[in-house]
């Protein structure tokens, strides 16, 4: 599939998720976390550019205009789950921490197919839902990797500096860590342990993969009987 095909669909996902918000409003609380399913996010604008920061390598910041104020997320096979989500909770729901940012896709609708799709790393999200922009930080990945191999293979050095229609495809939640605590409260930190972060269409939020339990009893293995409860190190904060 062509990447000019993958973002017109995009676009027309986006609008019957617009006509149809109420019914998915209401599948989406039906839905329980699907701790299993490999989520993409997909983003929509109008136009948009991509500027170097002055005296920086390989950081660009990416101006999306014209954005849609929801952002669709649909999970591989085989649940096949497809969901909207707000724009700001999605951004805040979503991790975005410097260790391990997000990969993501932006791919433009009408440029040369030498310059119309790069694959980069996402961070420092801003959204103005007023004047309907949205703001990040990007580098260019020259190893592109995404879960989506396609976008790996037709992926270019660079982009116009500002361009037409276009999408940001967002890959899965990043991997992140727990932290295992001896008390809830005052906190009392015994550590981390690294864990796979996936996505929850209840919180609209990255949250740690395994059950509360599985937690638990890692904290406990790792640093001692008194050190049962943890807190997750998936989210943006």
């Keep these: ?67 849609s104020p929801q952002t669709i997320a649909f999970s591989d096979r085989p649940e096949r789950i497809v969901v909207q989500a707000p724009m700001q909770k999605f951004l805040d729901g979503m991790c975005f921490r410097p260790e391990n940012p997000p990969n993501a896709a932006i791919a433009i609708l009408n440029a040369d197919k030498e310059e119309d799709l790069v694959v980069v790393e996402l961070l420092g999200p801003v959204y103005d839902g007023a004047n309907q922009t949205l703001q990040y930080n990007v580098s260019i990945l020259k190893q592109p990797n995404l879960s989506y191999a396609e976008f790996n293979e037709r992926a270019d050095k660079s982009l116009p500096e500002t361009f037409g229609p276009a999408a940001l495809f967002i890959d899965n939640c990043p991997d992140g860590h727990v932290i295992c605590r001896k008390n809830s409260w005052p906190h009392d930190d015994c550590g981390k342990i690294s864990t796979g972060c996936c996505w929850n269409t209840w919180d609209v939020a990255c949250e740690p993969c395994h059950s509360d339990e599985h937690y638990t009893a890692e904290c406990k293995k790792k640093y001692g009987s008194g050190c049962k409860n943890w807190v997750s190190g998936c989210a943006m904060w």
């Design 1 to 67: 599939m062509g990447k000019k095909v993958l973002v017109a669909i995009a676009f027309l996902a986006m609008a019957l998720l617009i006509l149809s918000s109420e019914v998915l409003a209401q599948e989406a609380e039906e839905l329980q976390a699907e701790k299993n399913d490999t989520f993409m996010f997909v983003q929509t604008a109008q136009s948009g550019s991509l500027v170097p920061v002055e005296g920086e390598d390989n950081l660009y910041t990416l101006t999306l205009m014209g954005v």
